[in-house]
């Protein structure tokens, strides 16, 4: 069965420093990966995916995710965080044949002055 | 501006009734998604339609509606045989294929 896990429910990192959220997942085909950002009492917004080709993928804000197929991870990174990246973080990975998205359990992210 | 609209942004209702979540999209998305969110459990896809007039379950539709008559409209009906309806709605699109889902800024229901 397909499945995305996010090992960590909280991540604290101080302002300035470089910050990376996990995503492990299985999948039995090629995996297409999606990362997600909300802010509190909001909808979610996109950041970045994967789908084929460099496994350096850059996204908004800053963000990019690294794709490791040979770990099966798609942790997302940014070199130097800010306060307001603050926020819960959300992977994702496309479950064929229906296309229908499986979530991770988010990881809040929280961002030190 | 193109996106989601859901409303309201708040909703409270004694158990037993049923309530209606709006939500509308003007992206000319063809696939539309409902999704319940509760704390540290992400989220759960509740029904999802494709195209207009046509719709699925998702993982959880028990308890729940849904009608696909306009392409930009998916309105959520929350019924009293939800056992469990406090949640926070979040209602999506999308184009096709690979695409990203645009979120609308979801719905807290309060059911006492």
């Known amino acids: 069965a397909q499945s995305v896990a996010q090992p960590e429910d909280q991540v604290n990192v101080a302002e300035g420093n470089p910050l990376t959220v996990k995503c492990t997942y299985s999948?039995?085909?090629?995996?297409?990966l999606f990362w997600y950002v909300q802010y509190p009492n909001r909808g979610l917004q996109f950041l970045l995916k994967?789908?084929?080709?460099d496994n350096l993928v850059k996204g908004s804000y800053g963000f990019e995710a690294e794709f490791n197929k040979s770990q099966t991870s798609f942790h997302l990174k940014k070199p130097s965080a800010l306060v307001s990246d603050s926020a819960l973080y959300f992977c994702?990975?496309?479950?064929?044949?229906?296309?229908?998205?499986?979530w991770g359990a988010g990881t809040k992210l929280i961002i030190k002055p | 501006d193109g996106g989601i609209t859901q409303s309201p942004k708040y909703l409270f209702r004694k158990e037993g009734q049923n309530v209606t979540l709006s939500c509308e999209q003007n992206?000319?998305?063809?696939?539309m998604y409902w999704y319940r969110q509760d704390p540290g459990q992400g989220l759960r896809l509740i029904y999802y339609?494709?195209?207009?007039?046509?719709?699925q379950k998702g993982d959880i539709a028990e308890g729940y509606s849904v009608s696909r008559e306009k392409k930009e409209s998916f309105p959520l009906t929350v019924t009293s045989a939800q056992k469990n309806p406090t949640a926070f709605y979040l209602c999506?699109?999308?184009?096709?294929?690979?695409?990203?889902?645009?979120f609308g800024n979801g719905t807290r229901l309060t059911v006492t």
């Open positions: 999506a699109s999308s184009s096709e294929g690979y695409s990203p889902l645009h």
């Open positions: 992206l000319n998305h063809d696939a």
């Open positions: 339609s494709q195209i207009v007039n046509d719709f």
């Open positions: 999948v039995s085909g090629n995996p297409y």
């Open positions: 994967y789908i084929t080709g």
């Open positions: 994702a990975v496309r479950d064929l044949p229906n296309y229908q998205l499986i």
